[in-house]
């Protein structure tokens, strides 16, 4: 079946513009995660969704960041007035329930470079 | 608190074993495995859960020491394939003593590089 999918796969931004990065989760998943990982770094979490709801945001590096999930599928992660610092891989995960029971499935991730 | 995973990288030969470990400084009720390939996501290997029960890879093995607040992993046999960064990841709970939910603290990982 199909995995998880993220778009862009690639993004270059200037300073100090926005961005919007998609998420499609794996279909019947009702949690859904939001990580980053800078170059040759492991995995930092950033927010993370059940259902439509985001009970734990406290990854979120600053206020310039924000996330929505709608109709409890797509997610969109928002970074407003990026700076050099936001250039990292931002990976998507799902589960089918958001216990720390059950598998993550990653996305292939947005790899976004602010110039 | 992030975990600690060691070592922090591994050189094998096809057909050698290696142990990855993974440590924590706070109770732990379940432990994570991925392994990511340069330039790839991260795929799930296993998650070992307290009281014993395992989910994950059949080829590969893992261990789970709550008291001791540590997981292994175990690579037998090594492939070519089995080159990649290894990832172990610990749920965040709720409250002491209470349930995990699927957020995950991840260790710096573990590089492993199997030559033919």
């Known amino acids: 079946g199909a995995g998880v999918s993220q778009s862009p796969s690639n993004k270059v931004t200037e300073k100090g513009k926005d961005v919007e990065l998609r998420c499609d989760p794996i279909?019947?998943?009702?949690?859904l995660y939001w990580y980053r990982q800078s170059l040759g770094q492991g995995l930092e979490f950033l927010i993370y969704?059940?259902?439509?709801?985001?009970?734990?945001k406290s990854g979120l590096p600053s206020d310039r960041f924000s996330a929505e999930r709608t109709g409890g599928s797509v997610s969109t992660l928002t970074i407003q007035r990026t700076q050099q610092e936001d250039s990292a891989v931002y990976l998507c995960?799902?589960?089918?329930?958001?216990?720390?029971?059950?598998?993550?499935?990653f996305g292939p991730g947005t790899r976004l470079t602010v110039t | 608190q992030q975990p600690v995973q060691s070592p922090q990288a591994v050189i094998l030969r096809e057909g050698e074993d290696a142990v990855i470990n993974c440590s924590s400084s706070?109770?732990?009720?379940?432990v994570h495995w991925y392994r990511q390939k340069h330039g790839e996501a991260p795929v799930f290997l296993m998650i070992?859960?307290?009281?014993?029960e395992q989910k994950g890879h059949e080829k590969i093995s893992a261990s789970f020491n709550e008291k001791k607040q540590q997981s292994s992993l175990y690579l037998t046999a090594s492939q070519l394939s089995y080159s990649g960064t290894y990832f172990c990841?610990?749920?965040?709970?709720?409250?002491?003593?209470?349930?995990?939910?699927?957020?995950?603290?991840f260790g710096q990982g573990t590089i492993l590089t199997v030559h033919p």
């Open positions: 706070k109770a732990l009720y379940s």
């Open positions: 969704f059940q259902g439509n709801s985001a009970p734990d």
């Open positions: 990841g610990t749920p965040a709970t709720l409250r002491a003593g209470g349930t995990s939910y699927g957020k995950l603290t």
């Open positions: 995960a799902s589960s089918l329930q958001g216990t720390g029971t059950y598998e993550q499935y």
């Open positions: 070992l859960l307290k009281g014993g």
């Open positions: 279909s019947g998943h009702t949690a």
